[in-house]
């Protein structure tokens, strides 16, 4: 048995999922077509012999009621199918009590037992002396006899016959219809699938994510599991796509932004290495170029460090107060950028407010907010405004303000508006505080503030969420 069970199991391995659904739906289908022709055969077989024993009943309760007190023996010896009187004869309980002569249906013991009252009445199938087979009634007939009634069965048991081998072609054309049911069946169900397997292949051999499943049309919310399976493949293909367009244009951007500073680094480098030609104030140039320069690609490298932070085990999670942070913030960046001025407000519920986090990528989001407002505030202006009320943080500068046609784009990677392009920067740092505020559970949204300058708003969560990954 258990050799058996392997072998079916290695011929389960080896078959598609096709065959395997075709083989499982025809056999089902062969099963029920073949038992319901093996019950409809002894339902009709049961119902033409009950046919026939009705009539051997009828035939000795006629023999019952004409009794004159005939003594053993034939009484009808003639036996033709519901054309004549059934064969009949009278039989004593005891063998010696007998009459001359031989009875012409079969006596056996069961029959004494009858006559005798110690046995029930039964039906039997016999063979004539002719050799017809015949329907025999064995009944008592009075005290110590028993009454035996036959009728040839041979028109009955043509009929089984016939209705039997009917019945196995109906059954074997069941099973063949089973077999195509089955294979369409296995077809058409697993069409989608196919199609998915297809659309991986076709992914995985072209590595381009951009393939679809074509999904059936239908009424929304009615899909069955394997339409509801393609569909979530294809939105995982979406998403699929929206990563690696995202890191080809993160390469992309990267490699562009690199160019220019390393091209200078090295001309400043070289220009340097034959410093015996030089002045000491252009060496003194080249020197100042060239830690500028290094700062800015250290600064570009370290933010880029910061954004692939996603794919880094989770940080250590501590209970935050934003109010603390945010004032920290603010009075680095008063620190930082002392031609411009800074007001903060904070009411008392945000200075309430808690919240699960990483201190330090907190403080990052915050210092890169104040940093691109104090970027574009002009030097004795107006003073950046950053108020903290509720769960929601404001921070808005009265600079040029943001374009129109720039902020659907003011927090993709290294977008810089046509303002923004001689200022300093990569155009990381919103990129970055969207990053670190999604990963807290907070929202991070720009907008053109009433009377010019930009507005940043931040939403804290109103519930404490789990922080995703090193993102946070």
Not at 193 to 208: F, G, H, K, M, N
Request: aromatic share 4%; hydrophobic share 45%.
């Amino acid at each position: 048995m258990s050799a058996r069970r392997r072998l079916g199991a290695r011929w389960r391995r080896r078959r598609p999922l096709r065959t395997r659904l075709a083989v499982a739906a025809s056999a089902a289908v062969a099963v029920v077509a073949v038992g319901v022709c093996a019950a409809a055969f002894f339902v009709i077989r049961y119902a033409m012999y009950h046919q026939l024993d009705l009539s051997l009943t009828q035939s000795a309760t006629r023999v019952t009621q004409a009794d004159r007190g005939e003594p053993p023996g034939v009484l009808a010896g003639e036996c033709r199918f519901l054309s004549a009187p059934a064969c009949a004869q009278i039989v004593p309980a005891r063998a010696q009590d007998d009459p001359p002569g031989r009875y012409v249906l079969p006596v056996a013991e069961p029959v004494r037992e009858v006559a005798a009252g110690s046995r029930a009445p039964y039906y039997s199938n016999i063979t004539l002396a002719d050799g017809y087979p015949a329907r025999m009634l064995t009944t008592t007939f009075g005290e110590g006899r028993a009454l035996q009634v036959a009728l040839r069965a041979d028109t009955v048991a043509k009929g089984v016959r016939q209705a039997a081998g009917l019945l196995a072609g109906v059954g074997a054309v069941g099973v063949v219809l089973a077999a195509a049911l089955g294979y369409g069946v296995s077809r058409t169900g697993l069409a989608p699938v196919a199609r998915l397997t297809a659309t991986a292949e076709r992914i995985a051999a072209t590595r381009d994510p951009r393939h679809r499943i074509e999904l059936p049309e239908g009424p929304p919310g009615r899909e069955d599991e394997v339409t509801r399976l393609a569909g979530t493949f294809n939105t995982m293909l979406d998403e699929l796509e929206r990563s690696v367009t995202a890191q080809r244009r993160l390469v992309a951007d990267a490699s562009h932004e690199l160019r220019t500073p390393l091209t200078a680094l090295r001309t400043n480098v070289e220009l340097l290495a034959k410093g015996e030609r030089l002045s000491p104030a252009q060496r003194e140039r080249a020197s100042a170029a060239l830690g500028r320069q290094l700062r800015e690609v250290t600064g570009l490298v370290g933010d880029l460090i910061e954004l692939a932070r996603d794919e880094e085990p989770r940080p250590l999670v501590e209970e935050v107060r934003p109010a603390a942070l945010l004032e920290h913030a603010v009075g680095t960046a008063r620190r930082h950028w002392p031609q411009v001025a800074f007001t903060l407000r904070i009411d008392d519920a945000g200075a309430a407010v808690t919240l699960p986090g990483v201190p330090s990528r907190l403080s990052r989001l915050l210092t890169n907010l104040l940093d691109n407002a104090a970027k574009f505030s002009p030097p004795g202006g107006a003073p950046v405004e950053v108020e903290f009320a509720g769960r929601e943080v404001t921070v808005r500068d009265h600079g040029p303000g943001i374009a129109a046609e720039d902020l659907p784009y003011v927090f993709d990677r290294f977008y810089r508006a046509e303002s923004a392009r001689a200022l300093p920067g990569s155009g990381l740092g919103l990129a970055m505080a969207r990053q670190i505020a999604r990963a807290h559970g907070a929202e991070l949204t720009a907008e053109r503030a009433p009377g010019g300058g930009a507005l940043f708003r931040l939403t804290l969560p109103a519930s404490p969420r789990p922080v995703t990954g090193g993102g946070a």
